[in-house]
């Protein structure tokens, strides 16, 4: 069965300071991985993916994420946060093509000015 | 374009009752899924169709059920409603069953 972990469920980070925010998987298969956020009462927005390739992703906003392999892991990550990237952050994974799609619990990102 | 949308934006309803909820994924994609989002629970995975066909299912009694119709539009349905049942339901689309889930704005589904 594929999971999906966020050992974080609030992350801190002043403002203009580099954010992580972390995330682990368990596939059988090859790993399909998302990073969407989701802001207060609003639905989730897609930021970016790992589906082949190069390990680091760039996505939206200035986001990316560095897959591991070895490490199963998938953190996304920003150079320079800003107070407008505060929201709700969940990682997801697709256990290889055409599988359902299985989410972390999220982890809150709060940027302080 | 058209992103997700789902109807109605919320819905009160009395423990007992049944609920149904609507959702129109973006045009010429093929694949909708249903999530809950309850309050400290995350995303939990309710129902996956693609091409009218339900390909996988969550971890979610029976009384919770769903169809894609031919114009790819779904509707989940949730009878003998439980107070439980409170949350925001998402509902997303795809591609295909590779492709990223674009999400609609969600259904909040009151239950007293």
């Known amino acids: 069965a594929q999971s999906v972990a966020q050992p974080e469920d609030q992350v801190n980070v002043a403002e203009g300071n580099p954010l992580t925010v972390k995330c682990t998987y368990s596939?059988?298969?090859?790993?399909?991985l998302f990073w969407y956020v989701q802001y207060p009462n609003r639905g989730l927005q897609f930021l970016l993916k790992?589906?082949?390739?190069?390990?680091l992703v760039k996505g939206s906003y200035g986001f990316e994420a560095e897959f591991n392999k070895s490490q199963t892991s998938f953190h996304l990550k920003k150079p320079s946060a800003l107070v407008s990237d505060s929201a709700l952050y969940f990682c997801a994974v697709r256990d290889g093509g055409y599988q359902k799609v299985t989410f972390g619990i999220g982890t809150k990102l709060q940027v302080i000015p | 374009e058209a992103g997700v949308t789902q109807s109605p934006t919320h819905l009160i309803k009395t423990r007992g009752q049944q609920a149904t909820l609507r959702c129109s994924p973006i045009?010429?994609?093929?694949?909708v899924y249903w999530y809950q989002q309850a309050l400290g629970l995350g995303l939990q995975f309710l129902l996956w169709y693609d091409e009218g066909e339900e390909r996988n299912r969550g971890n979610f009694p029976p009384r919770f059920s769903g169809r894609q119709f031919p114009n790819y539009s779904s509707e989940l349905n949730v009878n003998a409603l439980e107070l439980e049942d409170s949350a925001l339901y998402l509902c997303a689309s795809s591609l295909d069953g590779i492709a990223e889930a674009f999400f609609g704005q969600g259904t909040r589904l009151t239950v007293v």
């Open positions: 790992y589906i082949t390739g190069d390990n």
């Open positions: 045009s010429g994609h093929t694949s």
């Open positions: 596939v059988s298969g090859n790993p399909y």
